[in-house]
């Protein structure tokens, strides 16, 4: 079954930079885009970015250009999100999620990350 | 940006009522990418209905979709209390979500 395995919680400082990971398993990971989605506490859903893990190829939501970096090692099967220059706005549950391509809707979610920005 | 607006923001019902909620867009949107996700509290999105009116798998027939152009909606028949979620809209241009509707079983 397909999965998307999330890595735990952070707490960091600001200023600091982190990465987040996902771990895909049940599918062909080359073969979809993974999303990234940012919810902060008690607020809606907002769109990061993806990566189409084939090729490497990213796409990003103009917001977090320069804030978010999308990458991904085929050979574990894993996506990666680094934030950078933290601040407290960037405090939010942080969502990977696959597209299933046809309709560009996110059929598998992660679990979600939690990231703490504070010193 | 193609902005979604969901409305209402919070809304109440009470088990077996019928319950409608709106989403709409700046632009048109094909009806083939505007998608509806269910939220519960502390829980990852679950994809919920795609392209307008196709049920994700598990999602129970009291629940329906329709809409087109700037104009979509979700509809319950009949509401039950596990129905009681946040509801959002997404589309592919710039894959942006709506805000949200909050549904609240009394």
């Known amino acids: 079954q397909v999965q998307l395995q999330q890595s735990g919680p952070e707490l960091v400082k600001p200023g600091a930079s982190v990465k987040i990971s996902c771990k895909a398993s049940?599918?062909?990971?080359?073969?979809?885009?993974i999303h990234w989605v940012k919810q902060r506490p008690g607020q809606g859903l907002e769109w990061i970015g993806w990566?189409?893990?084939?090729?490497?190829?990213?796409k990003y939501n103009e917001k977090f250009k320069g804030k978010a970096t999308l990458t991904a090692d085929t050979s574990s099967s894993t996506a990666y999100m680094q934030l950078s220059s933290l601040t407290s706005e960037d405090s939010a549950v942080y969502f990977c999620a696959r597209d299933t391509t046809v309709v560009a809707s996110f059929d598998y979610w992660g679990q979600g990350t939690t990231l703490t920005v504070s010193s | 940006e193609n902005v979604l607006t969901q409305s209402p923001a919070i809304m109440s019902a009470s088990p077996g009522e019928k319950v409608t909620m709106t989403c709409r867009a700046s632009?048109?949107?094909?009806?083939?990418?505007l998608h509806w996700y269910q939220q519960k509290s502390g829980a990852s999105p679950k994809l919920w209905i795609y392209s307008t009116s196709n049920l994700a798998s598990g999602v129970p027939a009291r629940f329906s979709g329709s809409g087109s152009g700037t104009s979509y909606s979700l509809t319950i028949s009949s509401v039950e209390a596990e129905d009681a979620a946040t509801y959002y809209c997404q589309q592919y241009s710039g894959y942006t979500f709506g805000g949200g509707t909050k549904l609240e079983i009394k």
């Open positions: 049940g599918y062909s990971f080359t073969s979809y885009y």
């Open positions: 632009s048109s949107v094909s009806s083939s990418y």
């Open positions: 990566i189409f893990p084939g090729s490497g190829n990213t």
